[in-house]
């Protein structure tokens, strides 16, 4: 924010200022044109040594009334306000502080001043109406000068086309000129004012305290001055054309600053109209009552005063019209949100405050328009005069609910929901239908504002029905009420068949419902009423199986909510952070949950046992059990629990009830719990009892090494083993070695279903295996057969990545992706193990297979036209194959980030970032940031690999197709790909190397192995220089020369005319990198480039190292394409591709225009280059 300056001026023009010390700027006018035939005449000695004697005696009174509120500011307003005054070195003596000053003073402050101030304005009211002129520029945070002039004539013409807001560029300067006669105001600032933080915007508690004070500033000076001064047709005149000048400018601080004085000002204005009003009220009755008495004189009097009253009436609502005209009708409709919400919020209190002025038609309408105010129907004594508005803009308010801003929504259902409240007849059954469908909303307040309209039609249904029950007593009448609720609720969750959300419909009502959702017994023995009852009331109330059923959806989902709170996948805006009073009843609610539950879930249990789906919900109850609940002491119970889950377990095998099974035994057995002791051993029989099932059925599968194709035992193989599986995925079954029971069934040919099942389960006893490595490995027998393990489920895997199944294949790859990340991340517990060499490594064919199965499963289908395929496959199960791939990716990718696989490993998937952006993007993303993190420069070499690999493929596919076009295309998405991946170098200091590595290994794959002959003119991939230079941007420099010199040594020995189309991309290149004082350079550099073969030049060669054979030329584009240069060892290579900390010396050479560096001179004509 910038420093409040008090507002200065110049001599007699310049409003006079009570402070000590000034310094004037200003902006002369061109022209000056002598409009007044008076000044306000004030020299500078009488008027400042007056104002001075005014400012501190009224300053003093209020400087004693507020001592201690200003002892307790004094710091903040140091900060805030600049002091246009200096501080006196005597603490005693009274600061002089401008008007602005006394808002940090208090309230009883601010009224001890105003009426100093109207003491100043009887005595002289010009220089005290300036004062309160430069109260209001202050307030917007203005760093301006305010002058005045005195105008003759209201309608002098030449005097009126001045009155505009311009720009002065050549000073740096803006002004406004305005008449508020008879004043010309100009008020003058600099061009930057709009940017700056002023006061009423400022973050933090300041700008709300500032808000409120400046608010009661201007109410109080109403109040003040209501008696006489505000009729006086000069202060109100003045300050109300100020107001509306102001807040029509440019400028956003003076707009919304003076829009929120103006409206402040009205709302002031219309206390005292309804004062007036009550005072003309009782002058009336007086004048009735006196009209019977011989007093004539009396009667005339007050006739006078009544006569006056209504007068002074007349002139405050005609103040509050040109308010409305010049302010309010332009400003409701600003671009700010702020200045609109401010109209609005002080037009729904004027009809509040006088409704018999504002309550109509004429300005319903503004907000009907702007739709953002709900006070008026908080009130049942003007709803009545709200109907036309409300059927005239319903449509309008419902159609706002899918309004794209969540606050706009969330506040127009609130309004929509008050007013059914008041009246449910305005709203239609179709609009309830409408709205009802928002307890599903992905923004929580948003459903919580609809599951409110819910509830209260919940509620309206039960009163409709209450009067049948009057001879029932209260805990009877309370259940049935209940009842009532629920098949209302029941009703309405069935009509809007979205059946998977019931925890979104729970989570909509818990704020007003929870009465009703956290009545845990009630619920519980509907579900146990008896459908088949007789008796009337059980007809009227009884469910039936069907609404059991999503019963127990809605009793879970509560039992949820109040274990876990609001916090919900899929839905935003809930609250995260609990407050002590919130973590106290959510305790509260686990222990109430827990022991009525933990006594009625084995009969629920038992009456649902025949329906897996129902019981497979109930099964995920005793995960939200709490341990601290006294009543779970009783073993007893607790074993009746578990005796009642195992039963459902012997009945059912769905994967959805065995994974909820297995999650509500993993908390029940867990350390330190009431119930440890009794679940833990029921678990333990329950597995041994699959266990020994699991091998009496492998002995009767496996006869003469082959397995059975009985299908009732590979059914049965098939069940226990999708039980293990379930049990294995939390909790550690190592005890009962399944991997060394099931591990010889990869070796036999089995069913697609039977295979995935032991594969999964396979993995998880690895996992298990490694996860407790640290406690499990004690001697180098166990480290060697966990090592053996993992090789024979990775071998076997492997094999299965060829199986014919797609979900046998799939599974093998999740398989493997797993256990070898949590097999990387367990190595740095095995660094201090004696046994740490038996760390196992992936062979190369696995890892070649890993990648095949990545790039054939996963980059297949459409790429960024995603919504092509809803034609032919439904979305729903084009989503589910989305995220498959989605997970496949993401378990390769991992692979690569935890040093698995190598990081060039990742170059296929790079080269797939702008093809598979929409659905792949923030994968690939994040797999380069976590690459770079770990090597910097491979990560760069693997992007090198990826952009040359496409480029190859594209030089190939235009050699053997005829159809260009298809291939400009393809080269424009590797360029984009390229200019994709430069942005990710936002830190060219961080990442200098890694773009000089980039640039240097594609000069060297462009250039490098090039012999220039009559028919081979410019290299095969000169055009890959295109797609380089979209790094160039991201070198500094001193590295953009380095390049450059490069690149000039290696195309030295070349002819080049950049006239020729072929040599395009290399002059597009070069331009990239030269600087714009270089260009000239550049040019000459072609010049000579493009002059024939000089006899005495020296032929460009390359001294290869010691041992190495040049490449044939069949394998030319595979050597260049199949590996990334790295930085050599020799000392000409690293003094060539060193990065300089400062820029090199250039000199001319004297042989030719080459620009070369000082090091690099010995150089020039033999470069040793290493791939």
Known sequence: ??????????????????????????????????????????????????????????????????????????????????????????????????????????????????????????????????????????????????????????????????????????????????????????????????????????????GRWFHSEFCDFLSILVAQCQHNIIFDSYLMNTIIVLLSELSNSFIRAFRHTCTLAAVKLLSSLIGVSLGLSVAIENRQKLSKVQKTKTVRQKSVQQLERLVDLQEKRAEVESMMNVIIKAVFLKRYRDVLPEIRSICMEELGLWMKLYSSLFLNDSYLKYIGWMMSDKVLYKDPLLLPKMDLFTSRFKERLISMTLDKDNDVALQTMKLLVLISKMSEDLLAPEDYKQLLQFVYSSQRPLAASAGELLYSRLQSAVAQGSDAQQDTNEEERHRLQSFAKLKALLHFFQESELHQHVVFLVDSLWDCGASLLKDWPTL?????????????KEINHGFTEAEQA???????????????????????????????????????????????????????????????????????????????CPEAENSQVMSSLVSAMAAVLDLHSDQMLLEAASRSYFHLCVDETTWCSTARPARDALVQNWVDRLKALLKDALQDGRVSSNEEIQRDILTTMRKLRAFHNCH????????????????????????????????????????????????????????????????????????????????????VCDVLTAHSYQRQ?????????????????????????????????????????????????????????????????????????????????????????????????????????????????????????????????????????????????????????????????????????????????????????????????????????????????????????????????????????????????RSSLLAAAEEEDAASNGSSDRKGCSTNRVPFTRQKPEGHRAPCLQSRLESKVGKVPRRSTSPSVDNAFAVPLEPPSKRRSTEGSELCTNNDESEDANVDIEF
Request: net charge neutral; charged share 25%.
């Open 1 to 206: 924010m910038h420093r409040c300056k008090p507002v200065q001026r110049s001599e007699e023009d310049m409003i006079p200022e009570p402070t000590a010390s000034k310094t004037s700027v200003q902006t002369s006018d061109p022209n000056p044109e002598p409009t007044s035939s008076r000044a306000v005449n004030h020299s500078e000695e009488e008027s400042g040594n007056e104002n001075q004697r005014k400012s501190v005696r009224r300053r003093k009174k209020a400087h004693k009334v507020s001592e201690d509120v200003k002892s307790k500011r004094a710091e903040s307003s140091r900060g805030r306000c600049g002091r246009a005054g200096g501080r006196q070195g005597n603490r005693e003596q009274a600061e002089a502080v401008t008007l602005f000053e006394v808002i940090t003073m208090g309230r009883n402050a601010i009224k001890t001043v105003i009426d100093d101030w109207i003491e100043a304005y009887v005595e002289d009211r010009d220089s005290s109406l300036l004062d309160l002129i430069s109260f209001f520029i202050q307030c917007s945070g203005c760093k301006g000068v305010v002058t005045a002039e005195v105008c003759q004539s209201r309608e002098d013409r030449d005097v009126l086309s001045k009155m505009v807001e311009e720009l002065d560029e050549g000073s740096g300067v803006q002004y406004k000129r305005f008449l508020a006669f008879p004043w010309i105001l100009t008020v003058t600032w600099p061009m930057d004012s709009d940017t700056a933080e002023y006061p009423l915007v400022q973050a933090g508690p300041y």
């Open 524 to 536: 519980t023995s509907a579900l146990l009423l008896d459908s088949s009852s007789n008796t009337s």
């Open 550 to 628: 999503l019963l127990v959806e809605i009793l879970v989902a509560s039992v949820r909510q109040a274990a876990e709170g609001p916090v919900l996948a899929g839905r935003t805006g809930a609250k995260r952070v609990m407050s002590a009073k919130e973590k106290k009843m959510q305790n509260e609610d686990c222990l109430k949950l827990t022991s009525h539950l933990h006594l009625v879930l084995p009969t629920l249990l038992s009456k649902f046992s025949g329906c897996s789906d129902v019981v497979a919900s109930l099964m995920r109850i005793p995960q939200y059990f709490s341990p601290e």
């Open 732 to 815: 550690n079954l190592l005890q009962w070695r399944v991997f060394d029971l099931l591990s010889p069934l990869l070796s036999e040919e089995l069913p697609p279903e039977v295979l995935i099942e032991l594969l999964q389960c396979l993995c998880y006893v690895i996992l298990w295996s490694l996860n407790t490595s640290d406690k499990n490995l004690t001697c180098r027998e166990d480290a060697v057969d966990q090592r053996l393990q993992l090789r024979f489920f990775c071998e076997k895997s492997h094999h299965c990545l060829s199986h014919r199944e797609l979900g046998v294949r799939q599974q093998a790859f999740v398989g």
């Open 829 to 1069: 517990l095995w660094d201090s193990l004696p046994f740490c060499p038996l760390i196992y490594s992936l062979s190369p064919k696995l890892q070649r297979a890993l990648l095949t199965f990545t790039c054939e499963h996963v980059f297949v289908g459409p790429n960024n036209n995603s919504q092509s395929r809803v034609d032919q496959i439904a979305e729903e199960q084009r989503l589910e194959d989305l995220h498959r791939r989605r997970n496949l990716l993401a378990a390769y990718c991992k692979l690569i980030v935890h040093g698995v696989l190598e990081m060039s490993m990742a170059a296929e998937v790079f080269t797939q970032y702008v093809k598979y952006y929409n659905d792949f993007g923030d994968i690939i993303k994040e797999t380069l940031y976590r690459t770079r993190q770990m090597d910097k420069m491979e990560s760069a070499r693997t992007l090198v690999l990826c952009l040359q690999q496409l480029f190859v493929q594209l030089k190939h596919k235009q050699e053997r197709s005829s159809r260009p076009q298809e291939a400009v295309q393809t080269f424009t998405s590797i360029k984009e790909l390229a200019r994709r991946y430069a942005l990710t170098f936002s830190d060219l200091v961080k990442f200098r190397e890694c773009v000089v590595l980039i640039h240097r290994s594609g000069i060297e794959f462009v250039f490098q192995d090039f012999s220039q002959t009559a028919d081979m003119t410019a290299p095969p991939y000169v055009s890959y220089l295109t797609i380089l230079s979209e790094f160039s941007s991201k070198l500094l420099k001193p590295d953009k020369k380095t390049m450059f010199s490069y690149l000039q040594r290696l195309t030295a020995n070349h002819i080049t005319d950049m006239r020729e189309e072929c040599w395009q991309p290399l002059a597009y290149y």
